[in-house]
């Protein structure tokens, strides 16, 4: 299984950027997808997943009603839509797959749950 995570870039404050995550290897529809962040000097914060089954999602508070996670079933491709950009969303983000279902309590928070990750894609936002 291999993760390619792609769409980053450099943005201003209130601006959006689309990531896209192509899975590859086999299907994913018995597995939960998520994105992570990581800032520099910081550790990988989780920031969005969704039951690849049935769409349900989880987010992290500082982006719910900004962030949009989303899955392609027939591309294999998860992405994370990313408007009103703050610049302290600037961070390497990651994508992630576990071979579970997703559950609404921390076991899908945790980096450490999932099996499969991407190479990150930086993502920059200048105030």
């Known amino acids: 299984v291999q993760l390619q995570a792609s769409g980053g870039g450099l943005v201003q404050a209130g601006d959006s950027l689309r990531l896209s995550c192509a899975g590859s290897?086999?299907?994913?529809?018995?597995?939960?997808m998520a994105w992570f962040r990581q800032a520099p000097g910081k550790e990988r914060e989780f920031v969005a997943a969704?039951?690849?089954?049935?769409?349900?999602?989880i987010y992290l508070d500082s982006v719910k009603g900004r962030f949009t996670i989303s899955r392609d079933n027939a591309k294999n491709t998860a992405y994370l839509q990313m408007n009103s950009l703050k610049p302290e969303d600037t961070a390497v983000y990651y994508c992630?797959?576990?071979?579970?279902?997703?559950?609404?309590?921390?076991?899908?928070?945790?980096?450490?749950?999932?099996?499969?990750w991407g190479q990150g894609t930086l993502v920059t936002v200048s105030s």
């Open positions: 290897g086999r299907a994913f529809s018995r597995d939960s």
């Open positions: 992630a797959a576990r071979t579970a279902a997703l559950y609404f309590g921390g076991t899908s928070r945790v980096a450490q749950n999932y099996d499969y």
């Open positions: 969704i039951d690849w089954s049935t769409g349900n999602t």
